[in-house]
């Protein structure tokens, strides 16, 4: 379904409308990654934006559970895991959506309900901007452990990159799937 109002009825936005584009590249790695990063988080947003609980809870591609729904549960629990437990290295802190006697509580709990659309949305949120400030404050040369190995902050952030980019490319054929509205 797309909409016939807009030069690109297709399309989330019209690429003049774009909320993404913010004028000029960023200068420095720090810099450079967290524009990266934003834009990766911006469009999974815009991916998602406009959806019912039905919708957002779809899954494509029967037996699996891969759904927007899903991705935007995860998507929060990764934000949490990193952020808090990795980079904070407070483990006992709960991760959303997660449980150790099922490995896909974030993709199997995702169902089309108006409360859990909106604890998702508001998981994904808070995460993310507490993910913002621990990554704002902490060079990206800072060593934490994972799993007691060495890890710089810098391969956490170039992960999350990564993660989103995979993501929102899943979330792309996700979002065709409902309403036949592609990415850009």
């Known amino acids: 379904m797309t909409d016939p109002t807009r030069r690109f009825p297709d399309l989330w936005v019209d690429p003049e409308d774009d909320p993404r ?3 000029g590249p960023a200068r420095g790695e720090s810099a450079v990654l ?10 999974f947003e815009l991916k998602c934006a ?24 995860h ?20 991760r959303p959506y997660w449980s150790p006697d099922r490995r896909d509580v974030d993709f199997e709990d995702a169902v089309a309900d108006a409360a859990v659309v909106d604890d998702a949305w508001a998981t994904w949120r808070r995460e993310v901007a507490h ?24 391969d956490i952030v170039v992960h999350l990159i990564e993660e989103y980019a995979r993501h929102c490319g899943h979330a792309d054929l996700l979002r065709e799937c409902v309403d036949g509205r592609t990415g850009q």
């Open 50 to 73: 406009g959806l019912t609980p039905e919708q957002l809870a779809r899954r494509a591609v029967p037996p699996s559970t891969l759904s927007l729904l899903g991705l935007l549960r």
């Open 21 to 23: 584009e913010t004028g």
């Open 34 to 43: 967290d524009s990266y990063l934003r834009h990766y988080r911006l469009t």
């Open 131 to 154: 993910a913002q400030e621990v990554y704002a404050r902490t060079p990206l040369d800072t060593v934490v452990r994972h799993h007691g190995e060495p890890l710089e902050v810098r």
């Open 75 to 94: 998507l929060g629990k990764v934000e949490h895991i990193w952020a808090v437990q990795v980079v904070q290295g407070r483990t006992d802190d709960p």
